[in-house]
Nanobody
Framework: VQLVESGGGLVQPGGSLRLSCVASGFSLDGLAIGWFRQAPGKEREGVSCISSKDDSSDGDTYFSDSVKGRFTISRDNGKNTVYLQMDSLKPEDTAVYYC?????????????????????????WGQGTQVTVSS
């Protein structure tokens, strides 16, 4: 049972990357998922979170103010994958990006999942993927 992120790398300011979070050993369908990042010397922060999927939608989404309008989150249940599309990247987006989930998060709205207040409920974290934005 694990989450594996990929898609990080070095990109120039203004560029784009798409991060993938693939689950193995369990299904992401119906789960809430969060993307978090941690830059050197800084605390881990929630970047974007998506609530559990229901019959009418893939879930509600939340984006931190620092990435709103530039990042999008989506899920492909057929591929058991959640994506984080990152556009108009800035040097301050440089960090290790992690995806995380847990069944305990199902009842919470995405903004609360991203707030950091529920870290104690998260049992599954990926290993992280490095994103570096630099010219």
């Amino acid at each position: 049972v694990q989450l594996v992120e990929s898609g990080g790398g070095l990109v120039q300011p203004g560029g784009s990357l798409r991060l993938s979070c693939v689950a193995s050993g369990f299904s992401l369908d119906g789960l809430a998922i969060g993307w978090f990042r941690q830059a050197p010397g800084k605390e881990r922060e929630g970047v974007s979170c998506i609530s559990s999927k229901d019959d009418s939608s893939d879930g509600d989404t939340y984006f931190s103010d620092s990435v709103k309008g530039r990042f999008t989150i989506s899920r492909d249940n057929g591929k058991n994958t959640v994506y984080l599309q990152m556009d108009s990247l800035k040097p301050e987006d440089t960090a290790v990006y992690y995806c995380a989930t847990d069944t305990e998060l199902t009842i919470y709205p995405p903004e609360q999942i991203c707030s950091g207040s529920l870290y104690g409920l998260i049992g599954y974290w990926g290993q992280g993927t490095q994103v570096t934005v630099s010219s």
